[in-house]
Nanobody, 121 residues
Framework: QVQLVESGGGLVQPGGSLRLSCAASGSIFSINLMGWYRQAPGKERELVALISSGGIEEHADSVKGRFTISRDNAQNTVYLQMSSLKPEDTAVYYC???????????????WGQGTQVTVSS
């Protein structure tokens, strides 16, 4: 059993900052990719940022220069530092991890429950 628990969402004014966290727990052997996705009302879920176990990052063009993904491998935790937030960043943000369980020989993807980020004055 694996759990991904997100925290750090909330209401922020345009131009403000938030930091999201996602901690993975359970019978985990190793985690490969970790990432953040978001889904705005009426839109499809989209990739925000990914980070490999070796620290290689990828950010969507819409957030480059404003958002930064990072991770703590020892804590199985991924972060998303969001700055210069815009109303169009309003969405439910989901954590995703591509990981291997101790009881498994392969990797599978797991999702968190989501955390709401609202950017509004």
């Amino acid at each position: 059993q694996v759990q991904l628990v997100e925290s750090g969402g909330g209401l922020v004014q345009p131009g403000g900052s938030l930091r999201l966290s996602c901690a993975a727990s359970g019978s985990i052997f190793s985690i490969n990719l970790m990432g953040w996705y978001r889904q705005a009302p009426g839109k499809e879920r989209e990739l925000v940022a990914l980070i490999s176990s070796g620290g290689i990052e990828e950010h969507a063009d819409s957030v480059k220069g404003r958002f930064t993904i990072s991770r703590d491998n020892a804590q199985n935790t991924v972060y998303l530092q969001m700055s210069s937030l815009k109303p169009e960043d309003t969405a439910v943000y989901y954590c995703h991890a591509y990981l291997r369980l101790k009881s498994s020989s392969g990797y599978s993807g797991y999702w968190g429950q989501g955390t709401q980020v609202t950017v509004s004055s």
